[in-house]
């Protein structure tokens, strides 16, 4: 794995998951999700939580699976996206008991949508990188 790849790649993709959190979150969906309060340390975890996934995703690109095209960035992407909103989804609703199956079934399409981007953009920025 090259380690300039892999940076590079994280980074890209971390950026382009928090527009992404933003538009949907934020903007497009912000009836259903709460907010975070102001003052509060939220903007800074979404942000690690962002960057995290972004890295999560260019170490298996990198390491596993030598994705380097946005097609197959996105078809993976959209996988892993699928798999992470079902595992995110199924402890919300575990804990919330407010939780309903509607905003169950949303953030899983959200999700699936916004891996399979930040996958396209990750793969397409390892095959330019490499």
Not at 30 to 50: H, K, M, R, V, W
Not at 73 to 91: D, R, S, T, V
Not at 96 to 118: E, G, H, P, R
Request: net charge negative; aromatic share 16%; charged share 10%.
């Amino acid at each position: 794995m090259k380690t300039k790849t892999f940076v590079i790649a994280g980074l890209v993709g971390g950026v382009v998951d928090w527009l992404l959190g933003w538009l949907f979150y934020g903007i497009i969906f912000s009836d259903i999700f709460p907010q975070p309060e102001e003052g509060s340390n939220a903007l800074l975890y979404i942000t690690l939580g962002c960057f995290s996934f972004s890295f999560f995703m260019s170490y298996i690109y990198n390491k596993w699976a030598q994705i380097t095209t946005l097609a197959t960035g996105a078809k993976a992407g959209a996988i892993i996206g699928l798999f992470m909103g079902l595992i995110a989804n199924f402890f919300n609703m575990a804990m919330d008991t407010s939780a309903d199956f509607q905003t169950f079934a949303t953030d899983i399409a959200i999700s699936i949508v916004m891996a399979a981007i930040v996958g396209a953009v990750i793969g397409l920025v390892n095959g330019k990188v490499n």
